[in-house]
């Protein structure tokens, strides 16, 4: 019998990694348009993206909570697509999931995307690069640490969410049941061994990578502070 707690990992790696792809896709247009737009619905957006930062997740988890009802339009309209509700499911957690972490992808890379001269974009454009040509071998080799700063966040903020995977996935083994539930869990039934053994193992995952961060930021000299989130 596979031990659920390695059935957790494997849900939570799972979620992080198709949080972190998703990310990839819809926070790297939204970043790029965050830092280089001057257009006025920038300045509502740009708060908008950072409101999970300060938001309690048990908010933002209640109101998802009703978004995925099969009441509501949205639920209505997946449950006619796929035949299923969104909550309670790994589908609801990964939607979840991909708004709670938006900030944490998008503000990296949105710093340093501000970073490019518009002089060599313009440059490009005047040689005949087109605007994706430039983005491509222009700005993502400029912009590669920024990539991966923001993909470590959002990868590493995922593993650790619990209370908007609580309140719009649950608790379901095998299903739902991520590393910070299951964590719960075994201090609720005074297991405290297994409890150390996993937060232990988050603790160290966790250091490390924000080691990495923090390595690949001094590395940069001149690089903005407004790396870190929230600052």
């Known amino acids: 019998m596979i031990d659920p707690d390695l059935v957790s990992l494997t849900i939570t790696l799972k979620l992080a990694g198709v949080t972190t792809f998703i990310l990839f896709l819809v926070g790297t247009p939204l970043a790029w348009w965050l830092a280089r737009t001057r257009h006025t619905a920038g300045f509502l957006i740009e708060p908008l993206v950072a409101l999970p930062i300060v938001l309690p997740p048990t908010v933002l988890g209640f109101y998802l909570l009703i978004l995925f009802s099969p009441s509501s339009g949205f639920g209505k309209l997946w449950t006619s697509i796929t035949g299923s509700t969104l909550a309670f499911t790994f589908e609801g957690l990964v939607i979840g999931s991909v708004i709670y972490s938006l900030p944490f992808y998008v503000q990296p890379l949105q710093v340093a995307f501000e970073g490019v001269k518009q002089d060599l974009l313009d440059a490009a454009a005047t040689l005949g690069a087109g605007p994706l040509d430039r983005f491509i071998n222009i700005v993502a080799p400029l912009c590669r640490r920024g990539f991966v700063v923001a993909g470590t966040l959002a990868f590493a903020h995922t593993v650790g969410e619990f209370g908007i995977v609580l309140m719009i996935g649950g608790n379901i083994p095998g299903e739902t049941r991520v590393l910070s539930i299951a964590l719960f869990n075994h201090v609720e039934t005074l297991q405290y061994g297994r409890a150390h ?12 990578l924000l080691l990495a961060v923090y390595t690949l930021n001094r590395q940069r000299p001149g690089q903005s502070k407004r790396l870190s989130i929230g600052s």
């Not at 053994?197 to 490390?208: C, I, N, P, T």
């Open 197 to 208: 053994l996993m937060a232990a193992g988050l603790l160290v995952f966790s250091f490390v």
